[in-house]
């Protein structure tokens, strides 16, 4: 069994719901059992303007999966939620990155892992740290040693009983 990371976020169509139910769908996945998730995280788009808030969460995954087989599950769950991609940091109904996969480093035109960008985003850091206080990102250390970098960054837990 392997452990997966998988950040999650939404800012389209009930981005609360949205990341609900795709929380819902990773327990249905075949091959994965979810472990922990963090709470959900309001977070103001990095390096976009004029779109609503994301709402984000991070997931833990137990899986006999391959990184590459995950990856495709993950895109399946969001064509499902009608991911579309019309142009880079388009608003989106359901996005999911693979962020780590147990202390792989893999490399290819198709995945990254560890997510390239993750120890720079506060809305990966937070809720990562939050499930997984140690975690460790293979060639950069300590995740928790990288969130100060993300303090200028706009995030806020949302209660447990938020509706929308």
């Given at each position: 069994?392997?452990?997966?990371?998988?950040?999650?976020?939404?800012n389209l169509d009930d981005p609360v719901a949205q990341v609900?139910?795709?929380?819902?769908a990773l327990k249905a996945l075949p091959g994965a059992r979810l472990q922990r998730a963090s709470s959900l995280y309001r977070t103001a788009p990095v390096g976009i303007h004029g779109q609503p808030d994301f709402i984000n969460a991070v997931a833990a995954l137990e899986t006999t999966?391959?990184?590459s087989a995950l990856l495709d599950e993950l895109f399946a769950i969001?064509?499902?939620?009608g991911r579309r991609r019309d142009y880079y940091h388009a608003p989106r109904t359901l996005d999911l990155d693979l962020l780590l996969f147990?202390?792989?480093v893999i490399d290819t035109p198709t995945l990254s892992v560890p997510h390239p960008r993750?120890?720079?985003?506060?809305?990966?850091?937070?809720?990562l740290l939050e499930i997984?206080?140690?975690?460790?990102?293979?060639?950069r250390g300590s995740a928790a040693a990288w969130r100060p970098a993300t303090q200028m960054q706009?995030?806020?837990?949302l209660p447990a009983d938020i509706h929308n």
């Open positions: 069994m392997s452990i997966a990371y998988v950040a999650l976020g939404a609900r139910r795709a929380l819902d999966l391959s990184p969001e064509a499902v939620f147990d202390d792989c993750m120890h720079l985003r506060a809305f990966v850091l937070a809720p997984a206080p140690d975690c460790r990102i293979p060639g706009a995030i806020e837990r």
